[in-house]
């Protein structure tokens, strides 16, 4: 049952909630901050990580090697999410929170220790655990503690401050440009595992929402209204749609952003690399200039997030979820294609904050319209189903991107004539890469048509049983 919302106050939003209510938003938006931060590290030390851990293999193997990690890394956040959503609800937001905080901090760290590519890839599945139960968590969290009237706006907000996360593992890449790639990936790791000092005052400081409490207490005298349960979830009718067309809404953006937009450094980097040689600097210049463009691009990248996902939040408020979601995915498609297509100099960094811009403003939309699906016994549950199943179908992203790239890569390379040097072939391969990419991006349509079975929630109260 759904009421329609209080009369919209002239207050900003951010001035009506008072101290306890602020230090929510700012301890939930810190965990999904830092949650960023140690995503970003990831993808800017993975290349160098497991070109380490696999001295003398070649470069088609390397991003095939690079691609399965990434897909390892997905899968465990799909199912950090699933297990630690649907505890958030049985035992509360405030702990379980503390819980995925610690365990990808904790595993961070101990990335950096791998002796083996083998050994990485299980500390990251482990990682992936705790970074994917963070979201669902902390969404819950401020949309049942704040105020209705400031929720919309508190959770773009919250989002879009995910974006500092990513912009300082960017800073903090750039500062390391200069050390020796193949160890430097170590440090990054470490500055990721950082964050574990703030499971200390999320325990000591921070209540459980007096929603999440009724709920709890209702869910023991009622048995139809089980907490966190699937079951209740998806059996029945009201609730599963909701979270199986979410979710498919949600499969769109994150195999769009983790199997194609985040794999930008995979085109910066050698098409930065080549306008460093053509200026004929020593390898030692190329080698740091090439991981300082990688970097600038994150950091251009994530500027545009931030704006974008603001101008989500605005549109949202003001035209609706669905018209919001709609134009979001359509710019993320075209905006896609075009950097793929088009990017080929620093000059050209712009590129890489549209695209930004485009794709990652969805994400503000998942914020704050996936709490609008589901009651306060189901919220954490419902929001990391749909966040999370979707990134089982979006671990396959990267590893389908890796093997696309190496099958038109070597189509390509096969087509040159014998003649060809090396500086043609990985241009062969590098263009077969862009192709890869716009083709892989067709999955930003999926959302229009999973948004077409979803409801208009502007205007209402989120709803309950």
């Known amino acids: 049952m759904t009421s329609t919302s209080p009369a919209q106050n002239p207050t900003p939003w951010y001035q009506q909630m008072n101290r306890y209510h602020w230090f929510v938003f700012i301890v939930a938006s810190a965990a999904w901050c830092f949650d960023c931060l140690d995503q970003q590290l990831f993808i800017l030390a993975r290349d160098n990580a497991v070109k380490s851990l696999s001295p003398g293999m070649d470069a088609l193997k390397l991003g095939e090697r690079s691609g399965l990690a990434m897909s390892v890394f997905v899968a ?69 503690a704040l105020p209705d009237k400031v929720r919309p706006k508190a959770l773009g907000t919250l989002q879009a401050l995910s974006a500092v996360g990513n912009v300082t593992a960017g800073a903090c890449a ?29 325990m000591l400081k921070l209540k459980e929402p ?13 048995s139809t209204k089980s907490m966190g349960s699937y079951a209740s979830l998806l059996g029945d009718a009201r609730w599963r749609k909701s979270a199986l067309f979410g979710m498919l809404l ?28 053509a200026e004929k600097l020593n390898p030692a210049e190329i080698a740091q200039g090439k991981q300082w463009w990688t970097a600038a691009n994150l950091i251009a990248m994530n500027i545009g997030a931030f704006f974008g996902m603001i101008c ?39 590129m890489s904050a549209v695209m930004g811009f485009c794709q990652l403003s969805l994400f503000a939309g ?5 709490p609008e699906l589901f009651p306060t016994r189901l919220r954490s549950t419902g929001v990391s189903f749909c966040y999370n199943v979707g990134r089982f179908i979006a671990a396959s992203g990267p590893f389908t991107l890796g093997k696309l790239q190496a099958h038109l890569g070597q189509v390509a390379v096969d087509a040159l004539p014998a003649t060809a040097d090396n500086a043609a072939k990985a241009a062969a391969q590098l263009g ?19 948004l077409k079975f979803l409801p208009e929630t502007k205007g209402r109260s989120m709803p309950e049983d």
């Open 312 to 350: 989500f939040t605005k549109a949202a408020h003001r035209f609706g979820r669905k018209p919001a979601f709609t134009l979001g995915f359509l710019a993320a498609l075209a905006s896609t294609v075009f950097f793929y297509q088009c990017f080929s100099t620093r000059a050209d960094i712009w």
């Open 250 to 277: 949600c499969v769109a953006a994150v195999v769009g952003l983790w199997g194609v937009g985040f794999f930008s450094g995979k085109l910066v980097g050698p098409a930065i690399e080549a306008a460093l040689v």
């Open 76 to 144: 465990g956040w799909a199912l950090g999410g699933l297990i630690f959503g649907s505890v958030g609800d049985r035992i509360g937001r405030a702990r379980t929170l503390a819980l995925t905080v610690l365990i990808y901090s904790l595993f961070t760290g101990l990335s950096s220790f791998a002796a083996t590519f083998e050994q990485f890839v299980i500390y990251r599945a482990i990682t992936g655990l705790g970074v994917g139960g963070v979201f669902g968590l902390a969404v819950a969290l401020v949309a049942d």
């Open 210 to 222: 007096e929603k999440w409490v009724a709920a709890k207490a209702a869910s023991k005298s009622d």
């Open 366 to 370: 998942f914020a704050i319209y996936l």
């Open 432 to 450: 077969a890469f862009r192709n890869a990419a716009c083709y892989l991006s067709l999955v930003f349509l999926l959302g229009l048509i999973a």
């Open 174 to 202: 750039m500062a390391l440009s200069g050390q020796d790639p193949m160890v430097s990936w170590k440090y990054l790791f470490w500055i990721g595992s950082a964050p574990a000092f703030l499971c200390i005052f999320i």
